[in-house]
């Protein structure tokens, strides 16, 4: 899918031939709130974890004007790397909860804390609609498609650790923004960012009969953009 995002991006440049059309590169910076959810399901036990960090984040996007109301654009953002923590229960082997009948509550041996670093990133293929308020300031609202990637572990993992299952595992959601622009020369522009984008994912871990697993995750960015039109 992210090869189909820049493959459309490629096919829409040559229009630039057909019209007088403005372009513009701009820099994103500014910070994610990551809002997470997981859980797990296995033999009626049933593991939760939510966590809600703030991590920083930086974008570069460009873009073709086609009037003074439309633009399309393609963008590149880091959401930063969040530093989630579970904990590991160490159970006797006979007594381990997946593997034991009846409702009796079984306690850790021991237990440990383990860190899992969540890194996400996403490209954005999208369309820009703004309209002014005053000669040199706008308003704006973004939509389209981001394929998000995982870099290190996914939230699944914070409820089910497994080593190297949910290494960069990737999607497609929709992203939204609402925007403000205050053009402070004939080229350049300032500007402030608020976007969502909502990953909900749900798989089976297959090594063992099947565990149901499902995350979800809120990215919230709020950037402060500096960009150049020409």
């Known amino acids: ?38 859980r797990t399901e296995f033999n009626n036990n049933k593991k939760h974890y939510s966590s809600d960090l703030v991590t920083n984040s930086l974008g570069v996007r460009v873009g073709v004007k086609f009037s003074d109301y439309i633009s399309f654009e393609l963008s590149k953002h880091f959401h930063g790397e969040g530093k989630n923590e579970t904990t590991i229960n160490v159970y006797a082997p006979l007594d381990y909860p997946f593997f034991a009948q009846g409702s009796e509550k079984i306690e850790p041996i021991s237990s440990y804390k383990l860190p899992v670093p969540i890194e996400l990133e996403s490209t954005r293929l999208g369309i820009k609609a703004q309209t002014r308020l005053f000669d040199t300031v706008s308003v704006n609202m973004r939509l389209g498609i981001a394929h998000w990637g995982y870099q290190a572990s996914t939230p699944a993992r914070l409820t089910f650790p497994r080593a190297g299952y949910d290494m960069k595992k990737s999607g497609n959601d929709v992203f939204y923004s609402v925007g403000l622009e205050h053009q402070i020369t004939e080229n350049w522009y300032v500007g402030f960012e ?33 960009g150049w039109q020409f």
């Not at 909502?198 to 990215?219: A, F």
Request: charged share 20%; glycine share 4%.
């Open 1 to 38: 899918m992210k090869y189909s995002i820049l493959g459309v991006a490629a096919l829409l440049l040559p229009l630039s031939s057909y019209a007088q059309m403005q372009f513009s590169s701009e820099l994103l910076l500014g910070k994610s709130q990551n809002d997470i959810y997981s």
């Open 194 to 226: 608020y976007s969502l984008m909502k990953i909900n994912e749900s798989d089976e871990y297959v090594e063992i009969d099947g565990i149901p697993r499902t995350y979800h995750h809120d990215v919230k960015d709020a950037a402060f953009i500096l």
